[in-house]
């Protein structure tokens, strides 16, 4: 084997490893399974890091396993996935060093970290995936793996908040199965190649291949959680904040979408989806689901709640983005990918705070949070006036980049629903901040686990990451337009799907 | 006459049969079924099949019918006792 | 000769049959038994007859483990089956 | 000569097993039954062994079958006691006029 | 000349034979060490016969030299090799398994290794025989050493499963051999290899009769909806390594004879009935599934999904035909073997550990059961078909040949079956991981039951990385 | 009609009847004579089927001999267990299959 | 009112079977293969005279090493079932019953030992005169002259696995002729008349087993 076939093993086994052998750590090892958890968060943003400096170089990666003549396990490393590992490395740490310091007396935390793990895995999986087949796989090893994350509290709630994510989820993956099997039936093959490959099959099969996409896009549009297939994502805010942070920034609900872009871009080619009418009513649901999610969260009191049809909303951005067929619209969608996950993981990792320090969970508790846990609530703030798309953090510039777009594609009306989505955000987020940092500090808080020392609001592992992701926040926002940011990844991903279209 | 011979064996069998399983009384249907054994021992040796007719007269006749009275008398005697 | 012993046979058989009917019905649980035995002995007799007629002297030997048997399903009904707990005799 | 014996020897077995079969049923209770029985297996089957043994082909043949009827004998008679010993034990009483 | 001596095809009977006479005269409750040494030497040998079987092709075994007609051939190919894979594969940790779960004196074990022997003799036996006659006697071999073993030291529940399984599987025997008397009638002959050219398409009449009643048979002992009433109470009331046997291996086995029946001698008959069976298998699919979603005892939940699972074997029919078809059977055979052996064995676990068996009753066990609960976990994942698990194989090359055919409808069946089964699955996970513990004492169970169990739970899984094997030592057929 | 063919008839209807009693009767030891029907009507068929032509075959009449014990094997075990049942429960048909 | 419809559908069933079971089999003309031929043609190299017992123990020998396990498995199953129990004492019979135990049973023993040798060149064989000796046995324990079986101890376990056996290790070591019971023409007739023998001890005590195991509650 080579280093090239052996790097995205060992992107996979960075995680699964460690997992695996968490699992089988006692309760009490707290020292050995933190070094082992924050060990692999470390070793795979390394590998990471040398993938990255590979791809940038236009080196290929990759390695195939036949499971069935034909049918072949295919790992590849392209810019589209690394945009999307990096992603989930780096919030990966984030998110272990916040979850050590989340659950530091919590029950379980073998079983917690250990499915953590490979819920990471299966993530890379996903990005890592070089055709449908394996996508598939890994895809449905995350609503597996993410199944004990989302109960992991094991009260009735939990139970049926699980309960709906599974069913909402498996149906999902049945269809996407379907889909993928019929695809592959009708081409003998479902991997992923720039300008797709369906447009390999004749005019006579459009009727099938239609179906097809709507088959997969309802798949995949589960987890991406476009409506009305979003039901579940505010019911799985049961689990523990780590997990909604990362699963619902991070994990399923951009694997789904991840997934879209997969099958629009390299499974159909967007020229041939285009071709086939199938882009347009793609772009209808993802203005609709962002315009639901968005009038939806303003009348959440429960925060994490408001948090979730947010993630609703904006995660359509990427969706939408795809859609608005042309580069521009391209690479606002996938710049989105990465904005808004770590905005939103810092608004999961606020509310972690708020919840955990001071048992805040609702947003009419929230009067004078911001004096107590100033730092948490300036976090809180960035992100949030990222998600309104207030210049200089990070929502600015995908939202600047999905209406030029926009304005590309001849749809008007997606600039008006970007606007309204934009109003909406506000109108849902501003009375949080102003509650927040204006309104008296309450004689007791609902319930205070962790009491202030000096500046430390609370816990330096549940202060540390939010702080980090909001400076990257706004990071990536002030110097979006330098080299090696999310936004120039994007710019070269976009360049590599419009092979030959001429790129911007 | 081996035909009248044959059918009349073939009814009795299936009477004895028919009998067997219809008969209101599970101590008659035991003996009815250890004749049907018998015939079925005569129908061998029609067919000129004497191994079987021997199986069937030792197995039948002894140990089968035994092991079904045996068994019909322990259930009757624990209907008496009970 | 052998016509002889056809129709003693099948005599025999349709004894038997007759015998059967009253196995059938037989009032108390012995008369049946009595039957099987009967059965069993005309049976034993068509058999030897059948050797004759179908030339085939094993059937002598069925008839003679037939012989040597029928007393087991007799005994066995007599020490086994044969039970008051029904009331069923005259 | 042996021909004639052997057929007169076949029918009158023939006969005893016509008139055991009418007598058990016929007659009025299982002690008179047995009795019907008795005739049957050992006259009716003797003569026919003794018929059919007149004509074996061999003498360990007709020794054979006429090995049959003592045991069929001896069977019948200890079944016969068997049952009406039984009879009795369960109180049928032997019919009487 | 010694090379006969040694051949595998052969000690694969007599091995298991020899081993349950042993522990016959051992006495009760003895024998696991040489039931175990020798299923150790089956599985080699198994192996050993597939890759022979994967080299050349069919081999064969001419019993007493006479060859077929007169006498009895022993035939493999790939699709025997694989199931006598399969059945020491399976056997092999269960009898581990089971060596622990019997501890002596328990009466259910008593006679337990000898029965297992014969039991797995018998299988033996039946996937490589050639001859419909001798097929009969293993069938009833399995049959009654099955009923043994359900009934075995049980309680009045179990003995009255034990007898509606022992009627079930003897009438099931007997329609088989009415069919193979009619065969024997028509042509003369048993043996399959001398009939295979004999049964044309102008074959009498009789043997279509013979055909539907061979079939009808089998479809009862493999408890095909809606001869599926026995199995649920004797799978469900075994002790849990009978339990785990009886629905990995037993009831394949008679799947496996009208499979070869299909491909071999009637396959010009039994197609007929190729669309009767699919409508039964998916009614098996929901009716199975949706009384395991309603089950109140786990092992009846796990009974029903195994009349639910067998379903999906009778859909190949219509397409067995085409190329895929039979790799998709045995692939689900494969994978329901393993994955139901993995999930009775962890649920005899759970119940011994809990000391009760509703599925109410598991609430908590994740916590104090975890590499148990993974197991279950696993097996779930391959009974619901999800990926990478060989479930998902056998599912995927179902829909495809479907699709391949234009039976959409099947593969809309396998994906409603899959989602059923998720409900039932978790069902129990779900208990599982509720927070508050049913029962306040739980009874510590070996760990070595509870690896075995996991053992086979993850080979089905990891299965599904090894499809390529599986299906070039199918491509090995006669 | 040959002595073979009238035997394989009579053996397809103690079949059928076989079959039958083993469906409706509840009664155990009932069932297990209604199976010894079918069994022997199998056999019957069996042999007679092969001999309609009236000459003798001997390989059928192995295969039966090979069958009576297998019957006779299955008939103790069925009894074995009625026996059981009937000591655990004083029942003699089956009880209903309940999941409790 | 249910029962009635099913009585009626199900014997509507068997008799539209045997009707068309009937019609299918006088539609029936020769077969094509006809194995009386070769089971005849190769008698003389089986070692045994009579066909049947060629067939039963050489050309179809598997069949019955086959048969054999089923039988002694249906012991073992009975075994597992009935668990063990003390055997009742027996209580004899009247004089007369046993004087007819203690005529017949030598006879039954003779005619089982015949049956046994007669078997090469007419019919019997093993399992008739298994059989016999089985019923011999019934017949001593109905009369009170033999006990119930509580349970197989050793001596008797190994008896009854011995026929089984014997059969199984003459047909594994026929593994050096070439195949599985595949008997030198030479030694066939000797070494078929070896595993009779074996295989009567065990099937007599096996057949007897079945009614002893089942039998010693009875007279409680």
């Known amino acids: 084997m080579t280093s090239h076939e052996l790097l995205p093993l060992a992107l996979l086994a960075s995680s699964l490893l460690p997992g695996l052998i968490i699992f089988g750590l006692p309760e009490a090892w707290v020292g050995v399974r933190t070094f082992l958890n924050l060990f692999a968060a470390i070793a795979k943003l390394g590998l990471v890091a040398m993938l990255l400096a590979g791809v940038a170089a236009g080196e290929a990666y990759g390695v195939r396993y036949a499971v069935l003549p034909g049918l072949e396990l295919a790992l590849k490393v392209d810019a589209l996935g690394m945009m999307f590992i990096t992603l989930s490395a780096v919030l990966w740490l984030f998110t272990t060093v916040y979850a050590i310091g989340y659950l530091e007396n919590a029950p379980h935390r073998s079983r917690f970290f250990g499915f953590f793990s490979l819920c990471v895995t299966a993530t890379m999986g996903i990005a890592l995936a070089a055709n449908l087949f394996t996508f598939f796989i890994f895809y449905e090893l995350l609503t597996l793996s993410t199944f004990p994350l989302v109960v992991h509290r094991g009260t009735d709630k939990a139970m049926k908040g699980g309960t709906v994510y599974l069913a909402y989820t498996l149906i999902g993956g049945t269809a996407l199965l379907a889909g993928i099997v019929w695809l592959h039936h009708l081409l003998g093959h479902t991997e992923f190649a720039h300008a797709g490959i369906a447009a390999a099959l004749g005019p006579e099969y459009a009727g099938q291949l239609k179906i097809i996409f709507l088959l997969l896009i309802a798949g995949v549009g589960v987890k991406a959680a476009i409506v009305p297939l979003h039901g579940w994502l505010p019911q799985a805010m049961v689990a523990p904040a780590p997990v909604s942070a990362l699963l619902h920034a991070v994990a399923v609900v951009k694997a789904g979408a991840f997934g879209i872009v997969r099958i629009v871009y390299e499974v159909y080619g967007a020229e041939f989806a285009q071709s086939l009418n199938l882009l347009y009513p793609l772009a209808l649901f993802a203005a609709v689901t962002i315009l639901w999610g968005s009038f939806r969260a303003l009348f959440q009191n429960d925060l994490k709640k408001r948090l979730a049809y947010s993630t609703v909303s904006q995660v359509s951005y990427i969706v939408l983005g795809v859609a608005l067929f042309g580069p521009i619209g391209t690479i606002g969608g996938l710049v989105h990918i990465v904005h808004q996950g770590i905005m939103k993981i810092t608004l999961f990792f606020c509310a972690g705070n708020y919840a955990e320090t001071l048992g805040i969970h609702k947003v009419s508790e929230m009067d004078g949070a911001g004096r107590r846990m100033p730092l948490t609530t300036l976090a809180f703030s960035i992100g949030a006036l990222g998600m309104m798309g207030a210049p200089l953090t990070a929502g600015a510039v995908s939202k600047a980049w999905l209406i030029d777009g926009a304005t590309a594609a001849h749809m008007e009306w997606a600039i008006w629903v970007l606007w309204t989505s934009s109003l909406l955000n506000a109108a849902y987020f501003l009375p949080i901040l102003w509650r927040a940092w204006l309104r008296p500090v309450p004689a007791t808080w609902p319930e205070e686990h962790i009491a202030r020392r000096g500046w430390r609001e609370t816990t330096l592992l549940l202060l540390l990451p939010p702080l980090f992701t909001a400076a990257a926040t706004l990071a990536a926002g002030t110097f979006a337009d330098s080299e090696a940011t999310p936004l120039a990844w994007a710019k070269l991903i976009a360049e590599r799907e419009y092979v030959g279209k001429g790129a911007p | 006459m081996t035909f009248v011979f044959d059918l009349l064996l073939a009814l009795s069998l299936l009477w004895s049969a028919w009998r067997t399983l219809a008969t209101p009384r599970l101590d008659r249907a035991i003996v009815l079924f250890i004749i049907f054994g018998l015939l079925m021992s005569l129908a061998w040796a029609r067919l000129a099949a004497p191994d079987i007719g021997l199986a069937e007269a030792a197995i039948g006749a002894g140990l089968t019918g035994a092991l079904l009275l045996d068994a019909y008398g322990v259930l009757l005697r624990r209907r008496g006792t009970a | ?90 | 000569m042996i021909e004639w014996l052997s057929m007169a020897l076949l029918l009158a077995g023939a006969f005893f097993f016509f008139a055991g079969t009418v007598g058990l049923l016929r007659f009025p209770d299982v002690y008179s039954r047995l009795h019907a029985l008795a005739k049957a297996d050992n006259l009716g089957l003797g003569c026919a062994l003794f018929g059919l043994a007149l004509q074996a082909e061999s003498l360990a043949a007709a020794l054979k079958l006429l090995l049959i009827w003592p045991l069929v004998m001896a069977a019948s008679a200890s079944i016969g006691f068997a049952i009406a010993h039984r009879a009795h034990r369960l109180g049928i009483a032997p019919w009487r006029k | 000349m010694l090379e006969p001596l040694f051949d595998p095809l052969v000690w694969l009977i007599l091995l298991p034979l020899a081993w349950a006479t042993l522990a016959f005269v051992l006495g009760p409750g003895r024998g696991a060490w040489p039931a175990i040494a020798g299923l150790a030497t089956q599985c080699w040998l198994a192996i050993e016969l597939a890759q022979k079987v994967g080299a050349g092709g069919v081999t064969n075994h001419v019993v007493g030299g006479w060859g077929a007609p007169l006498g009895i051939d022993l035939a493999v190919d790939g699709l025997s090799a694989a199931m006598l894979l399969l059945t020491q594969a399976v056997a092999l940790p269960l009898a581990i398994y089971a060596r622990s779960y019997f501890k002596l004196n328990d009466p259910a074990g008593t006679w337990f290794w000898p029965l297992m022997g014969f039991l797995i003799a018998g299988l033996n036996a039946l996937f490589v025989s050639a001859d419909l006659f001798n097929l009969y006697v293993t069938l009833e071999l399995v049959g009654l050493a099955a009923v043994g073993l359900v009934a075995a030291g049980g309680g009045a529940q179990q003995v009255a499963a034990a007898l509606r399984y022992l009627f079930a599987t003897l009438v099931g025997s007997g329609a088989y051999l009415l069919g193979v008397a009619l065969i024997y009638g028509a042509y003369g002959t048993v043996s399959i290899s001398t009939l295979l050219p004999l049964v044309t398409n102008d074959a009498p009449r009789l043997v279509w009769i013979a055909g539907g009643l061979m079939v009808s048979g089998l479809m009862l002992k493999t408890a095909l909806f809606p001869f599926h009433f026995w199995l649920p109470p004797a799978h469900g009331g075994a002790p849990a390594p009978v339990s785990a046997l009886l629905s990995a291996l037993v009831v394949k086995a008679s799947f496996y004879l009208i499979l070869r029946l299909w491909l071999g001698p009637l396959q010009t008959v039994l197609p007929a009935f190729a669309w009767l069976l699919a409508m039964l298998g998916a009614a098996a699919i929901f009716w199975g599934s949706w009384q395991a979603i309603r089950a109140v005892k786990l092992k009846r939940l796990i009974a029903y999904s195994t009349v639910a699972q067998l379903g999906y074997l009778f859909l190949i029919f219509p397409m067995l035909a085409a190329h895929g078809a039979l790799e998709a059977g045995v692939m689900q055979i494969f994978a329901h073997g393993l994955a139901k052996a993995g999930m009775f064995a962890a649920a005899g676990v759970l119940i011994k550990a809990t000391g009760q068996d509703t599925v109410a009753g598991l609430a908590g066990s994740v916590e104090r059961l975890p590499v148990t609960m993974f197991a279950f976990g696993l097996a779930g994942m391959t009974l619901m078909g999800l990926p990478p698990s060989s479930g998902f194989l056998a599912k995927w090359l179902i829909i495809e040949v479907a699709l391949a055919q234009g039976h959409w409808i099947i593969a809309m069946v396998v994906l409603a079956g899959g989602l059923l089964a998720a409900v039932y699955v978790l069902r129990v996970l779900r208990q599982a991981f509720l927070l508050t513990p049913a029962s306040a004492t739980l009874t510590p169970v070996p760990r070595m039951l509870e690896w075995s169990a996991f053992a086979l739970a993850a080979a089905s899984v990891l299965l599904g990385l090894r499809g390529v094997e599986l299906m070039r030592l199918l491509g090995a057929m006669a | 009609m040959s002595t073979g063919f009238i035997f394989a008839l009579t053996g397809a209807i103690l079949f059928a009847a076989g079959v039958a009693g083993v469906v409706l009767i509840g009664h155990l030891l009932r069932r297990i004579l209604a199976f010894n029907l079918m069994g022997s009507g199998a056999f019957l068929v069996l042999v007679g089927l092969a001999q309609r032509q009236d000459v003798v075959d001997p390989v059928p009449q192995a295969m039966v001999l090979t069958g009576i014990v297998v019957a006779v094997a299955a008939t103790a075990l069925a009894l074995a267990l009625v026996r059981k049942l009937h000591a655990l429960t004083g029942q003699l048909e089956l009880p209903d299959d309940v999941d409790a | 009112m249910k029962r009635y419809s099913l009585v009626v559908l199900v014997l509507s069933l068997a008799s539209a079977f045997v009707f068309f079971l009937g019609r299918a089999m006088l539609e029936l003309g020769p077969t094509a293969i006809d194995l009386r031929a070769p089971v005849a043609a190769h008698l003389a190299e089986s070692g045994v005279t009579h066909p049947v017992t060629a067939v039963l123990l050489n050309y179809r020998g598997y069949d019955t090493l086959l048969e054999i396990a089923v039988l002694l498995l249906a012991l073992l199953a009975i075994l597992a079932v009935v668990g063990e129990a003390p055997a009742s004492p027996t209580r004899a019979a009247h004089p007369v019953l046993q004087a007819l135990g203690r005529l017949a049973v030598p006879l039954m023993v003779v005619v089982a030992v015949y049956l046994l040798w007669a078997g090469a060149f007419r019919p019997g064989g093993a399992f008739q005169a298994g059989a016999v000796l089985a019923a011999a046995a019934v017949l001593l324990h109905l009369v009170g002259l033999l006990p119930g079986w509580s349970k197989p101890r050793l001596g008797l376990r190994f008896g009854l696995a011995a026929g089984f056996a014997l059969f199984l290790a003459v047909a594994a070591g026929l593994l050096t002729q070439g195949s599985l019971l595949q008997y030198p023409p030479a030694a066939a007739g000797v070494l078929i008349l070896l595993i009779e023998s074996g295989l009567t001890v065990s099937l007599a005590l096996i057949l007897a087993g079945l009614f002893l195991l089942l039998s010693r509650e009875a007279e409680a």
């Open chain 3, 1 to 90: 000769m052998t016509t002889l012993m056809q129709a003693v046979a099948l005599f025999l058989l349709a004894n038997l049959v007759l015998a059967l009917v009253v196995a059938a019905r037989g009032p108390t649980p012995a008369d049946r038994m009595l039957m099987a035995l009967l059965i069993g002995t005309t049976g034993t007799g068509i058999l030897v007859l059948l050797a004759q007629t179908m030339h085939l002297p094993a059937l002598v030997d069925v008839a003679l483990v037939l012989a040597l048997l029928a007393a087991i399903g007799g005994i066995a009904f007599a020490r086994r089956a044969w039970q008051d707990v029904e009331g069923e005799h005259d």
